[in-house]
């Protein structure tokens, strides 16, 4: 037996209990008569004491030759600690060793394992077995763990079936680019992983089954954005016989029971907001309500007054920031130099500044006396010391742009607090948008998205203007689950495979055996789907996914710690009837 | 709302309720003036009652259309039923209709929807959504996610912490064939899909997770024999600072608790019996011990006798067929015959009848007399009116071929019933075994398996004859789960690889980053992985794992509901740098 206890149990209940431990050598101090060794393990650290006068010879000798990271089994006795540590849960004992084992040695790390390394990103993810002993690291697997399996206990709680749908799928060259598996037994087709299991549940819904969840992984061949991986884990749920307000709730429910058990926060029932309010109020379809600066349109106050720059456009809209009207000029051209960057794009930011004394000064005083600019901050409801910021252009940019800018300034002025939790429902999402490049309509949310159910009409004359009964939840400013109420008519997929540009033709080789399916009897049904990783990462109080998966992928889609992706032997490619077209430069 | 209630759930407690249920109709009796309709759900079936009486009048009519598979939503008071269906948790009542909407027509199905039905295995595969439906398959699937949540409870209660390990991989040429994927990013580059998670959770080990699991879906491109699916799912285990007896003790809980909570079974301790024991008492290494037929070694008293078939033989080995003795003459032929088939290949089957009184009567009564015949009797345990079966040849195959038998002897005679549950562990496994066809060991379980400690001298001089810590266990003659102790150790790691003929260049191309990890600090670990389809059709009274798995594949590796896998664009192939090489005909 390897171990009595772990390294995080023993505290002065074991005084003088004999244990035998196994871990490893956190760090070792060296008085010359006296060791003190930190054994780690998965539960915490335990201080060893190898003494001169009472461990024996040979095991205090052996003692000597330890490194940091060894792995180590001993025994010992549990006795009182001199100096105690009130941050450790072991912090009041120690053990005195009387035999040591060593089971396995270990050269240097690459990087120190500890809270804050000195190991950068790409080290890191190289000796990720590593980076894993790291408590930064490990305490957040062990938390998505938690996560999922609370999860996994509300939705089987609600009378939810988790249904494993498979992986080897076909390809649909809607929407994102799939991976792909060539099938060696049926030479020169592929399988396809899914990007969801979307046409899947769909079908579980029409075989009866009601309630339906998966915690699954999803692949996307997508040119990577910082902070996306092409592979990725869904909380994948569908349930029949349902309105949109039956999936809200339960949903909400579910959400709720999540703060509660992992947080210890009692929510109120979460605000809901449309689609066209979130882009007017906040620029943007996934609004961070923690804070304020909620958009003031100014059209009407700003435009007609001479100051060319905002006349001819579309939108001249503002944000009042709290109490930053004490901003320097240069923090302010700062602010102008930020939103001139390309990543954002605007061509300048006008500012008021709302005194203490009342008075309104701004960038723009030429063109808009003190009344002007006294309505301005009514409009935008800006309190005395606040700091009024305006932008114009083309609605759809501006509003972009400006909730750009108000995320930054959220996050300057830190209100952006990781451990407040600000739920919002995102709901009646266009059906469609219009894409330019292409010059067809894409599907908003994806091609089984139900049309509400009285605009069906609207649908055959103005398709652009119909909404759908799909909906975002969104959390601190991210999209972390979204859904929508599918279509169950054969005719209508019918119809929305035409909007969407297939073939009929096209639209039966691929989701033939769909539309089939809905002519046997399908029942009302929607859904919705999380995103495990950003959820998980949320709830821990990051921004950030990729220490909340155990080895994630780098930018370029590679795993460095095992080098992957890598060429094929010559015969498996020949196998799987295949081969590369690269010339040998490449 | 569709529903205030599911169709499993009134009963006379709910008496004169007005209720709205939705669902399918099962079936109509229309007598002219009342039309009984069955409505099923997930949860039920309710009897509806249209009165032409009692039913406003354009409901009776609308009534008159309903078909097999609509699916609709009524309104009605329920009443209690004149004749009761005991059968049926809702038996009691019936619902008088007020309302009916049909919320989707349904053409008639290619099959009944119906616990026996006519549907062929091909025709219900290609309707999957409709096969889903029948009791007999919708069941079964919410029986895998009630053994699945089993599973996770228990082992997120024993510390267990479930951590995702990636999908996109490298190609490894050791073991089956593995799915590859090709890398657009990476062009020429291909990951691999895991046949499990193997290296990924010893680097776990090695990262200080400590107790690791995963129920993971794991893939091999294998030519498919029946019953086994590319993809399959995996309970796949790990554990630090244990020796298999930790790992037996944990996992024989696991397995307990899954036969107490979902089959209310108390099961004593699991025995054990070496792999050597298990091949020389029943031929296989994975015995059902529901039933004895225990093999009897003969060749003391059968050879020497004259008797040329069995003289130059390795073996001689027989089962006693527990009161089989009157078998005719045609039924022994039969078994001839059935032992002689390519796919068993046994050449002969000699027979010895245990006659009521006493004596014995054989087919090879010419070579063998009475004292002889006893004697054989007496080693084999046979009793009067048992039948004493006995092949000849060498050892591998004779043991495979009377195995063979021995099954199929246990399932004519009724001996293997699904709902005995006989677990079984077999251990000491063989480290290493030879193949003659490359001329060289290949790991039994895996290159990570540990020889047993006490054997690395042999490993030098004599490495078949290695054992290791590896076990399997069986449950009714399947082997549901298998693992090992792993080796941590750098050296020994490279010194296996030797041994599995990879040359060093190969070792390190392939696993350096695990022999790598292995120098920092690897803890002795090992762990278990099971088949979650094998083990929840057994557990669920089955052989055969298809109907447990919502979306199987066919023997091609098919998907014949969705069509996949299916060819791909051009310029996907493209996209991923890539072409067939079949000629055009293909």
Known sequence: MYRTHH????????????????????????????????????????????????????????????????????????????????????GAIEVLVDDLTVLNEAKTPPFTIEDQTDGGEELRMQYRYLDIRRSAVKEKLMFRSKVSMAVRNYLTDAGFVDVETPYLIKSTPEGARDFVVPSRMNAGQFYALPQSPQTFKQLLMVGGMDKYFQIVKCFRDEDLRADRQPEFTQIDCEMTFVEQEDILNQFEGLTQHLLKSIKGIEPNPFPRMSYEEAMKTYGNDKPDIRFGMTFCELNDLAQGKGFGVFDSQELVVGIAVPQAAEMTRKEIDGLIDWVKRPQIGAKGLIWVKCNADGSHKSSVDKFFNAADLAQWAARCNAKTGDLILVLSGDSHSTRSQLSALRMELGERLGLRNPEEFAPLWVTDFPLLEWDEESKRYHAMHHPFTAPKPDQLELLKTNPGAVKANAYDLVLNGNEIGGGSIRIHDQALQSQMFDLLGFSKEEAQAQFGFLMDAFQFGAPPHGGIAFGLDRLVAILGGEETIRDFIAFPKNNSGRDIMIDAPASLDQNQLEELSLKTTLTKKE
Do not use: M
């Open 7 to 90: 390294c995080g149990e023993l505290s002065l209940e074991h005084l003088n209990q004999n244990v035998t431990l196994s871990g490893w050598v956190q760090k070792n101090r060296n008085k010359g008569f006296i060791i003190w060794t930190d054994l780690r393990d998965r539960y915490g650290i335990t201080q060893l004491v190898f003494d001169e006068e009472r461990t024996p010879k040979a095991v205090f000798e052996k003692a000597q030759g330890l490194g940091r990271e060894f792995v180590i089994q001993i025994q010992g006795t549990v006795i009182e600690r001199e100096s105690k540590n009130p941050n450790l849960s072991t």
